[in-house]
């Protein structure tokens, strides 16, 4: 599992994974030529991994940190208190939380923009839109799909629904803002750059949800930037 291979080389206080390199592979002219590694498969040489990045005689992870740094690695951390060497946290165990996580998030998410559009919304209205959201999101699929590679996307749906939540909550009026509950779910959102960057995108949303609040915001300051009284006091 490249997640907690990455938790471990963290606690070593390393970039690289703890894996062997077969000595075949760092004779090779071109270690990146797939011909060559599956020769070297067929001839019996173990320890060739896919999904991984090899550089200079070391295996690297090109997964994403941030689950490893939310999940695995406080997991691995604390059972080594108990347990030699420690314990890896489930794949399945993490792709379950967040999607529990997105459920819920998701779901206060689609509520709260109903209401943000109308005071007092049918229930049946608000239910079935909860439900075609969580149908399109794909977290049956995933659900079904407790992989590592499947932890990425995830994390992802987790972070940008708690961060669009955050976001719903930290807009007041047009023209105010909470800026703690903005700081917020601009993190969570940031997150994505280390789980699925694609996510990311995201941000964009900040445009329609604070529009009037960042025309506002830049026509205050191109008025007083370019007001001749204050040219006049200089």
Request: include cysteine; proline fraction near 6%.
């Amino acid at each position: 599992d490249q997640y907690d291979h990455t938790a471990q080389a963290i606690l070593r206080g390393q970039t690289y994974l703890n894996l062997p390199v077969p000595h075949e592979l760092r004779q090779l002219s071109n270690p990146y030529d797939p011909s060559a590694r599956n020769i070297l498969l067929s001839n019996g040489v173990r320890n060739i991994y896919w999904d991984h990045a090899y550089h200079q005689g070391h295996w690297y992870s090109y997964f994403g940190v941030i689950p490893t740094i939310f999940f695995f690695l406080p997991y691995r951390a604390i059972s080594m208190l108990f347990v030699t060497n420690g314990r890896m946290l489930p794949t399945s165990a993490v792709t379950f939380f967040c999607i529990i996580v997105f459920l819920i998030a998701g779901s206060l998410l689609i509520i709260n923009l109903i209401k943000k559009i109308k005071e007092s919304p049918l229930l049946a209205t608000t239910v079935i839109c909860v439900a075609l959201f969580l149908i399109t999101s794909n977290i049956t699929y995933l659900w079904f799909r407790p992989s590592f590679y499947s932890i990425p996307i995830v994390s992802s749906l987790m972070f940008t629904t708690i961060g669009l939540c955050c976001w719903l909550k930290a807009r007041k009026d047009d023209i105010t803002i909470n800026s703690f509950y903005f700081s917020l779910g601009t993190f969570f959102i940031s997150l994505n750059l280390g789980c699925r960057p694609t996510f990311t995108i995201a941000l964009l949303l900040a445009l329609p949800l604070f529009r009037h609040y960042i025309f506002n915001t830049l026509y205050n300051t191109f008025t007083k930037y370019y007001d001749p009284s204050s040219w006049k006091q200089l």
